[in-house]
């Protein structure tokens, strides 16, 4: 592979959150970055995901830099939960306030990416011939960022439109009118199906697995609330940051288990969370998380509510999940099972109907066509290792991420490879985005990353690498902690269950400050767990 001669110290990929933090940092270090994104745009998650509906399920007061207090104090979000194009605008706006514009190529797919072990860099190749060698290289590529494809027998047969939520057309789509089916009932799904049902002639929701959603009660941002945050943001992030999740310290969880009250107490206190909306119900008791028969009291509340949404019972029943609450990601709505009400809405249960093909006009499920004008797939992600995964990525010896990871992803602190010196995935898994405000957790993980180059390059130390042991160690214990949860109780992308081959090893890691408190610890203690190699060698 070619290169320039002249390494840069950080080579980033992803123009995300992530990455254009990353780019802030690294500049306000001293360092040289350059980051490549394949998009036309920055915005990561927020310039793919144009879906009717797409917005953010953590309070915009929450789900926002902090870092710069001049930035979280001049920027004001209109809605509780801000919605796809102000979330876009927000990253361009942070792109343009710290001048950032200068070190992205956008337009650029990042290839391949080799260690070269006689020069100790990374040389990084784009798919359109352009190359550079790196010091290190961080993978600001996103933990739902490969949209995923199920492979649907016939389904090139069908002529009418087919759509992706995370790969949405930028030019306006427009449903009005049309019969359409909408394939997948996750976050995208609900939100989709939500927003579009007014807008259709017939809408048919094929699903496999029914949904656990909560209301957003989501509205124009509360004036009074949105002053009494900015009166004192800095010491409103420091108390997010101390939340298991990063976010939530408006409605913390209460302390006793659901057991320690009456059973009127109980749904007295779901009740009260339940209008108050969001992922707050989940913390209504200190044990939905870790005790099967409390989550299950949880599950029971929301089926409970299902059916008492849902006019038809058969409906009602088939939307109602029975794997437990949480276990797969909430979804975060505005009057979801109510659609299901609506006339032109129909619930296809894939469980009891599969689908059999598709036709040029339609979707065969049990025997029967729907007839439609477009599909939309609401599918998912290949979560937290497909992108990764698709890169031609070269550590030590030549050996390749895909041999890495055939058991699974190995990781150390969800940053670092054994056998990739210098290598950082930045909301990978092993690491506790998926469970945490992504962008809490990325603040800490750019700190980290930058702390440790500025700290490396003080002692002269020329390469950082995982010792095989500490990863071994790290993955098991981000599966005993998965282990002691609900977590593992249902096929989730948290598992890598969502796409057929996918090796089952539970990614996510569970519990920011503890994942904060640990990362400082390996730094305090040297690197403990990772081998360094001094500038003389
Ligand atoms: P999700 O949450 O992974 O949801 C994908 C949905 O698509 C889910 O209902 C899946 O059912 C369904 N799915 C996936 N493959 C198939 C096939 N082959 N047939 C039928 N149905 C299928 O993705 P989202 O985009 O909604 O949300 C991702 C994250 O973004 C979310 O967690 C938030 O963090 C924001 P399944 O449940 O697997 O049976």
Redesign the pocket.
């Known amino acids: 592979m070619t290169h320039t001669p002249a390494p840069i110290d950080l080579l980033i990929v992803g123009a995300g959150f992530g990455g254009l933090y990353m780019l802030h940092t690294a500049r306000q270090r001293g360092l040289t970055a350059l980051v490549v994104e394949a998009a036309g745009g920055v915005g990561g ?1 927020w310039y793919h ?1 144009r879906y009717p509906g797409a917005r953010v ?1 953590i309070q915009s007061l929450e789900y926002s830099f902090g870092f710069d207090d001049a930035l979280q104090q001049d920027w004001c979000w209109t809605e509780r939960y801000a919605a796809q194009p102000e979330l876009l605008a927000y990253a361009n706006h942070v792109a343009d306030r710290y001048a950032l514009r200068d070190g992205i190529l956008l337009d650029t797919r990042i290839a391949a990416a080799h260690w070269d072990e006689a020069a100790l860099v990374w040389q990084v190749a784009a798919k359109d011939g352009r190359s550079w060698s790196a010091r290190h290289l961080v993978l600001a590529t996103g ?2 960022s490969t ?2 494809q ?3 027998p016939g389904l090139s047969d069908f002529k009418g439109r087919v759509l992706h ?2 790969a949405w057309p930028h030019e306006p789509v427009d449903l009005t009118g049309l019969r359409v089916g909408v ?9 989709t199906i939500t927003t579009i049902a007014p807008q259709v002639a017939q809408l048919t929701v ?4 029914p ?1 656990y959603a909560v209301p957003a009660h989501n509205g124009p941002l509360d004036k009074a609330l949105e002053a009494q945050v900015k009166a004192d943001y800095p010491a409103f992030r420091e108390r997010n940051r101390k939340m298991m999740g990063g976010f939530g310290s408006m409605l913390p969880p209460n302390g006793f288990s659901a057991f320690s009250v009456s059973a009127e107490e109980r749904e007295r206190m779901f009740e009260e969370r339940w209008q108050i909306g969001g992922f707050g119900l989940l913390g209504t008791f200190n044990d939905l998380i870790v005790n099967p028969a409390a989550n299950e009291l949880a599950g029971e509340f929301v089926r409970n509510k299902i059916r008492s949404i849902v006019h038809d019972p058969a409906t009602a029943a088939a939307l109602c999940p029975s794997h437990p609450i949480g276990c ?2 909430l ?1 975060v709505d505005t009057g979801y099972y109510a659609t299901f009400n609506r006339p032109n809405v129909r619930l296809v249960d ?1 469980q009891t109907t599969p ?1 059999d093909g598709f036709t040029a006009t339609g979707v065969l499920a049990g025997g029967e066509e729907h007839t439609l004008d477009a599909l939309i ?5 290949d ?1 937290m290792t497909g992108t990764m995964l698709r890169l031609d990525l070269r550590g030590r010896g030549g050996r390749s991420i895909q041999q890495h990871w055939r058991a699974g992803p190995l990781n150390y602190l969800g940053l670092c490879l054994s056998g990739f010196p210098n290598l950082y995935t930045l909301t990978g898994p092993g690491a506790t985005a ?1 469970f945490t405000n992504v962008i809490v957790a990325i603040e800490h993980q750019v700190q980290w990353i930058a702390d440790t180059v500025t700290d490396l390059d003080a002692r002269g130390v020329r390469t950082l690498e995982a010792t095989p042991e500490a990863e071994a160690a790290w993955v098991a214990h981000v599966n005993a902690v998965a282990a002691r949860t609900i977590y593992l109780g ?4 948290y598992l890598g ?2 796409i ?1 081959g996918k090796p089952r090893i539970f990614m996510p890691l569970f519990g920011f400050p503890a994942y904060v408190q640990k990362c400082a610890e390996v730094q305090q203690q040297g690197y403990a767990g990772f081998s360094l190699t001094p500038a003389s060698c």
């Open positions: 998650t995901n399920d933990p739902l949209p995923n199920p492979d649907f939520t995370a394939i997948g009932t996750g976050s995208s799904g609900v939100q094929f699903q496999r697995t949904t797969k990601r979804c894939l689908i797939l609401a599918t998912g992600f979560a998926a249902c096929n989730s992308w269950a969502n057929p």
